[in-house]
């Protein structure tokens, strides 16, 4: 695939995200989708399933989470690109009840792409920065 293929297919998996499509997913994960990032549970890190776990964990949290990439670097085989996610922290998330806060989260990632599918991602996401913007662990 060429660099605007791997461009446009980081568009389509936030699209599908900030419109709930998560049943189709699998247009742009592949069914062996491996996800790093040290901060998640080994169960959502392993494949599609595991992936919209990830997903549906940060929508409970964030029902009104919108997804706007902020800058995007790609090539045959990579994409790199930097997110920003918008929402109203209205459910539980990762065992904080809901503030009623609004937060910005910023994350970085880098993906491999193989066969027009996102096979794996390294994803590193500003969770100090989220959970200081819901007024949740301040001294």
Known sequence: ??????????????????????????????????????????????????HKLLVGMFV??????????????????????RFSWKGTHSGELMGVAATGKTATINDMGMYRVENGRIVEGWVIFDAMGMMQQLGVGQG
């Open 60 to 81: 409970g949290g964030f029902p009104d989470l919108t997804g706007t990439i902020e800058g995007v670097i790609a090539d045959e085989s990579q994409v790199c690109a």
């Open 1 to 50: 695939m060429s660099a605007e293929d791997n461009k446009a297919l980081i568009k389509r998996y936030v699209d599908l995200v900030n419109k709930r499509q998560f049943d189709q997913l699998d247009s742009v994960l592949a069914s062996n989708y491996s996800h790093h990032d040290p901060a998640l549970p080994p169960e959502m890190q392993k494949g599609i399933e595991g």
